[in-house]
């Protein structure tokens, strides 16, 4: 879909608005302070590592990777120093930031990410909207974790004919609003873990108004009647193996098919042999600049009438899944950093350290979102890399006090 060109003045420009104090616009302390009562995890006494502290330091750890937990401390007790004259406030020791760690868990993580990752796309919003949906994807990543025996038990290790090595790795599977590529919600497991399997408690995510876009892994006969129960409309790539049963031939070269369940949901009790599906089919080869041709793609939707949804269009809004590709090197690359291991020990911490990762995105993505809508710009076509650097050079800030 054509987007409205942006000259490297405008790019500069919002860019300079991002600022810290935007981060606390879109993670408020008293939402911080409102999980923490819900998940019963504030502080009952007044400790060195308060709660609200100790959480945006998780927040701070994800802004700055590599940077050691003790130095990320000390940058956001600074401005908390110098605004109370409290020279005197110690750093903590690393083992006690890990005790506070430990107190909080991920529970409020969790709930704080569940409750402030919401779509921010507007319909006028560049690359948000098809034909009154709005673009949702879904896809999963892998993130290497410390070498401890709990994460090697909990998230196990790649193995071999040699045996198990490498570093444990904890697989996450993410729903993205693809015009802002802002994520929308999280599920989690081992590395081996099946990753359609993974995706299935985001289904509830999914609304009225959303096309959901996914890859070809994740077709099943009862994931896509319960995706397509939830959602407005379905766009998937199946496998070219599967065949559905041809019923007519359209205008446009796609078809209507009828699906079933295969043997195995019907022997696990996840559909009836007596249940189908109608879908329309879209076949086609992508082709390279290089004038060859890619691998034959197929896509089932659930927009059955080629007037309203020309096959070629949907074709072209496939690409859109892409996006959660995107976001996640943003995420690995811009955040964690290229091939660096998430630096928590134990499970539990492990999983804080995801979602502190994926609400410090959430911010840099919100914020940018909110700067390019001012303007009327795409929001992608912002500088992720760019956008994180302004505001690492503006942190350290006061954690519960916004401008």
Not at 222 to 229: F, G, H, V
Request: hydrophobic share 40%.
């Amino acid at each position: 879909m054509p987007r409205r060109p942006m000259d490297s003045v405008h790019v500069g420009g919002l860019i300079q608005k991002l600022s810290t104090g935007s981060i606390l616009i879109t993670i408020p302390p008293e939402e911080v302070e409102k999980v923490l009562r819900e998940t019963g995890t504030e502080s009952l006494r007044t400790r060195l590592l308060p709660a609200p502290v100790t959480m945006y330091l998780v927040l701070l750890l994800g802004m700055h990777a590599e940077v050691s937990v003790r130095e990320n401390l000390g940058m956001l007790l600074e401005p908390l120093r110098r605004k109370f004259r409290m020279e005197g406030i110690p750093i903590a020791t690393g083992g006690a930031i890990t005790k506070a760690r430990k107190r909080l868990g991920a529970a409020p993580f969790v709930r704080l990410f569940d409750t402030l990752a919401k779509p921010m796309g507007h319909p006028e919003t560049p690359g948000c909207f098809w034909k009154g949906y709005r673009l949702v994807a879904a896809d999963g990543t892998t993130l290497q974790t410390q070498d401890t025996e709990a994460n090697r038990l909990r998230f196990g290790c790649h193995e071999n004919q040699f045996g198990a090595g490498g570093y444990p790795q904890i697989k996450a599977v993410v729903m993205v609003e693809c015009g802002t590529r802002i994520p929308l919600g999280c599920a989690w497991g081992g590395g081996d873990e099946y990753e359609p399997g993974i995706f299935d408690p985001l289904r509830q995510k999914l609304e009225k108004d959303m096309i959901f876009l996914v890859d070809r892994a994740y077709y099943s006969f009862e994931r896509w009647q319960a995706c397509a129960e939830k959602a407005g409309a379905l766009l998937w790539r199946v496998k070219s193996s599967l065949e559905p049963r041809p019923v007519e031939k359209l205008a446009d070269g796609s078809w209507l098919a009828e699906i079933r369940p295969s043997v195995k949901l019907i022997r696990k009790g996840l559909s009836k042999a007596e249940e189908s599906a109608i879908v329309r089919v879209i076949e086609y080869r992508p082709r390279f600049d290089n004038g060859q041709e890619g691998e034959l793609v197929r896509l089932f939707t659930t927009l059955l009438d080629p007037k309203a949804a020309p096959a070629e269009e949907l074709a072209n809004l496939y690409s859109e899944r892409w996006e959660t590709e995107t976001g996640f090197d943003e995420l690995k690359n811009g955040l964690i950093g290229p091939n660096r291991v998430l630096r928590s020990q134990l499970p539990e911490l492990v999983e804080q350290e995801l979602y502190g990762y994926l609400l410090s995105y959430y911010a840099v993505r919100a914020t940018m979102a909110a700067a390019a809508h001012a303007k009327g710009y795409a929001p992608n076509e912002l500088s992720f890399i760019h956008a994180v650097r302004v505001i690492q050079r503006r942190l350290p800030f006061p954690p519960c006090e916004p401008n």
